[in-house]
Nanobody
Framework: QVQLVESGGGLVQPGGSLRLSCVASRSILSVAFMGWYRQAPGKEREVVALIRSGTSPTYAESVKARLTISRDYAKNTEYLQMSSLKPKDTAVYYC?????????WGQGTQVTVSS
């Protein structure tokens, strides 16, 4: 099993930045895929960034160049650095892990971009 706990969301003005954190209950080196998804009100959950163990991350076109994944393996933590945020980035952001054919989700963290 993999338990995931996100944090770092909040209210930010357009053009601002936030860093989301996802702490995993096991070594993230052992997790095949990890990623970040978001779900805006009234919309389906969508992927924003994915990383396969040992490879470089990929990003959705809508967020490319504004989002960056980084990892602290000693802390079993993955970060999502978000910059130049826009109101359309407002959503609940979820950390996801795919491990041994199982799909795991965190509880989500709200990101609101508004002036």
């Amino acid at each position: 099993q993999v338990q995931l706990v996100e944090s770092g969301g909040g209210l930010v003005q357009p053009g601002g930045s936030l860093r989301l954190s996802c702490v995993a209950s096991r070594s993230i080196l052992s997790v095949a895929f990890m990623g970040w998804y978001r779900q805006a009100p009234g919309k389906e959950r969508e992927v924003v960034a994915l990383i396969r163990s040992g490879t470089s991350p990929t990003y959705a076109e809508s967020v490319k160049a504004r989002l960056t994944i980084s990892r602290d393996y000693a802390k079993n933590t993955e970060y999502l650095q978000m910059s130049s945020l826009k109101p359309k980035d407002t959503a609940v952001y979820y950390c996801n892990a795919q491990h041994l054919n199982q799909n795991y989700w965190g509880q989500g963290t709200q990101v609101t971009v508004s002036s």
